[in-house]
């Protein structure tokens, strides 16, 4: 994962650990259709996010997503 992505990636985790936020919000905010930034769909590829059932479903990190945030949080 490249520096840029990885930034891209933990502003979005930081952003998801906020608040409770639906997967229908997560998705008007993060996701793309560009394929070289998919920020959202890697973090759920890669096992960072997951959520409850539907698009009412909150979003949250998994222990490899906090774990993620913490390794790339900024200074």
């Known amino acids: ?4 992505q990885s930034a891209l990636t933990a502003q ?8 409770n936020h639906s997967y229908g919000e997560v998705l008007d905010v993060w996701k793309t259709s ?3 930034l998919s920020v959202w769909e890697d973090a759920c590829i890669d096992g960072l ?3 409850a ?3 009412s479903g909150v979003v949250y990190l998994t222990d490899k997503g ?4 913490t390794e790339h949080a900024r200074c």
């Open 49 to 51: 996010v997951d959520c």
């Open 34 to 36: 560009c394929p070289r």
């Open 12 to 19: 979005m985790l930081q952003w998801i650990a906020s608040g």
């Open 66 to 69: 906090r774990r993620f945030m």
């Open 1 to 4: 994962m490249s520096t840029a």
């Open 53 to 55: 059932s539907g698009q």
